[in-house]
């Protein structure tokens, strides 16, 4: 049973003061999940967002490639988008799941394989995504991906996740996000579409979820851009050296932006980011 409901911060239907409506048009289209659909080609590209995000946070990495004329989607992922109880009540497969439909649902509109651009808790789905179904997926970008954390890290959720249901109130429920998200731009702190505080249900769940996508990474055989902020202060950078070590793929590059934090798809680096995934897909996807 789940426990009363938080009194973090809005749901996403409101817009008080100092947080962003909606991108209006369809920017606002995408930030919600929709497929947009370019003009010249039928090469499919799905963009995953992080946990406690949205689609904000790979809106303009899949706007850019939508330009391009590819056929995007950047779905709102399960859970997400709403409000911390309802992401407390969600588990990663469900989190899978929901990439998985939204990939199929693609999948369904354009010829041959896709590719999959995953930011952080995302990157972890699409490792899942590629594994499940290697011929079906043309490349993937992983950017800023929780392979693993830091100790500290998780020993700290584990602490938490042993507090007995009954007496998870406040920070032993969900922890909040005092200083906003982790991005060095300084018009953009306090500013991400998100929700305001991490549930730790969700944050066991990201355990688990990367503990499965840390299974059999030889098993993915799609060229895969990794892509890390120099100075994340989320996900520590070795877990994406770890990672470009361990895929099975032929090829795999590394990028690493030394002007960003985690939220490298929003980030001071967002443009090298973006030009570097278009042009490794264009080299490299097995379209």
Do not use: Y
């Amino acid at each position: 049973m789940v426990p009363a409901p938080f009194s973090f911060g809005p749901r996403f239907g409101s817009t008080p003061a100092g947080r962003p409506a909606a991108p209006a048009g369809a920017a606002g289209a995408l930030a919600f999940g929709a497929v947009t659909t370019g003009s010249t080609s039928a090469r499919g590209i799905l963009c995953l967002h992080g946990l406690t995000g949205t689609p904000f946070e790979v809106h303009a990495i899949a706007q850019a490639l939508s330009d391009a004329g590819h056929v995007v989607s950047a779905p709102l992922l399960s859970g997400h988008g709403i409000d911390p109880a309802t992401l407390e009540a969600s588990s990663w497969t469900d989190w899978l799941e929901s990439a998985r439909a939204a990939f199929e649902a693609l999948a369904g509109q354009v010829q041959g394989p896709v590719a999959i651009v995953g930011f952080s808790m995302g990157g972890l789905l699409a490792i899942e995504l590629a594994k499940a179904a290697p011929e079906r997926v043309a490349a993937l970008a992983i950017l800023s991906s929780p392979l693993r954390l830091r100790a500290t890290q998780v020993s700290g959720i584990r602490l938490l996740s042993l507090v007995p249901e009954r007496l998870r109130r406040g920070r032993f429920r969900a922890i909040p996000k005092r200083f906003g998200s982790d991005v060095a731009h300084p018009d953009l702190r306090g500013q991400v579409l998100g929700l305001p505080a991490m549930p730790v249900r969700a944050l066991e769940n990201l355990l688990r979820l990367m503990a499965a996508a840390r299974t059999d990474l030889g098993r993915v055989l799609a060229p895969t851009l990794v892509a890390h902020g120099r100075h994340d202060h989320t996900v520590p950078i070795s877990a994406s050296f770890e990672l470009s070590r361990r895929l099975g793929a032929p090829t795999v590059e590394r990028l690493w932006l030394e002007n960003s934090f985690h939220l490298v798809g929003l980030d001071n680096d967002k443009e090298a980011l973006i030009a570097a995934i278009m042009r490794f897909f264009a080299s490299h996807a097995r379209w």
